[in-house]
């Protein structure tokens, strides 16, 4: 059976003090040393969440020279750990050495069993958020593709036909609400194909007037129209052997749809004010967060001209469909925008993590982009709550008690493991540290569901038994 219990470090070179703290800490496991050096060789074994450490050890029982050593040494042998210290001097200087040196807490002696259980909870929980949190980041960049950040079986299978579209010159339209990514998309489209060391231009149709558009696409030569001072290329003779991307298509007017199909027909433009025919070899990828068969039968969107930019659909899942990749882009968020900003971040709180796993991101992926670098900026502590993000946390959330933190924590892990590894047990145990058949009781504990059917043959038989 595996041991559950968190392990903990302590260092005293009273024997009974020692013998105290076993009895005070039973419900962990409690590993205890009389001089640094034992310290030290246990820690580096052992790997323990805690330290609880003495300040005075000889040779410098009055003093903390010993204790101050000791503290930066474990410090550097495993920072993520949470050194707690213990003075008998009433003087507080020693203690706030100690946290200067990256100490977690301290306390005095004689020992308070209720403070020391405290101090030791509140570190728990505190490491165990910190290892999550290390997790995630560690997971974020995990995707088959470079600069698109998701570990989600959704997002997954989006980049797996983003490859094999890649490899073609088929036009791409991408259907996807505002905010989830179509033009990253597009640009690994261009990325990974033939076309990659030649242009990717882009134009958002929304947002040129439509007495722009025409010569913003096609481009115009010299006295054309008023204000046409000088020869001017169009985006599409810009994109000549590369890629054209045509954001929000759908607000393309009638009018300019009829020109945009004549293109795309023929492969060949006539810049404004211009006699000759300008062959032009480009790849196009349009997008749009409308539905254009709608458009179609209210007569404001061409139906030739959709099945010409329509070759093959790619839809990309809103961010509230893409299960856990909610936490795992606020962790690369964060940590782009903590070098931006010199913020040390250590990451989220556990109110900020259940708020963005519930929330309905109707914005996106820029939606919460936005909210991270906000945070990013007015967050006042190493770890970002759900108040940073301007979230409010679910009622569930407010709960203090530790096991029901815990198990919350150890939920959400399985499942963002499952995700990052498809629903295949053994990676996901191995991702999470533990053995197969641990991580079996603990989805059945927890009662997460797994398709059976996308689990190899022998793993779903063991399951089921």
Known sequence: MTDTRSTILVLDDDEGVRTQYRWLLSEHKVLTAGTRLEALDAFERERPAIAIVDLGLPPDPDGATEGLAT????????????????????????????????????????????????????????????????????????????????????????????????????????????????????????????????????????????????????????????????????????????TLFLDEVGDIPLSMQVKLLRFLEDQVIERIGGRSQIKIDVRIVCATNQDLKRLISEGRFREDLYYRINEITLEIPPLRERHGDAVVLANFFLKRYGAQFSRAFKGFTPDALAAMRTHEWRGNVRELENRVKRAAVMSEGPLVAARDLDLAPPEAVNSLDLREARRRAERDAIEMALAHSEGNISKAAKLLGVSRPTLYDLVQEHGIAVKLRDLPRGEAEEMRT
């Open 71 to 242: 503290v930066e040494q474990l410090l550097q042998t495993a920072p993520e750990a949470k050194i707690i210290v213990v003075t008998g001097n009433e003087n507080r200087d020693f203690a706030v050495k100690a946290i200067a040196l990256g100490a977690y807490d301290f306390f005095r002696k004689p020992v308070d069993p209720d403070l020391l259980g405290l101090i030791v909870d509140r570190a728990l929980g505190v490491y165990a958020l910190e290892q999550e949190n290390r997790r995630l980041v560690a997971m974020a960049p995990q995707s088959p593709i470079a600069g698109i950040v998701g570990s989600s079986p959704e997002i997954l299978k989006v980049l797996r036909d983003v490859e094999r579209i890649a490899k073609t010159d088929i036009a791409v339209l991408l259907l996807g609400e505002s905010g989830t990514g179509k033009e990253l998309i597009a640009q690994a489209i261009h990325r990974l194909g033939v076309r990659a060391n030649k242009p990717f231009v882009a134009l958002n149709c929304a947002a040129i007037p439509e007495t722009l558009l025409e010569a913003e696409l096609f481009g115009h030569e010299k006295g054309a129209f008023t204000g046409a001072i000088k020869q001017t290329i169009g985006k599409i003779e810009s994109a000549n052997f590369g």
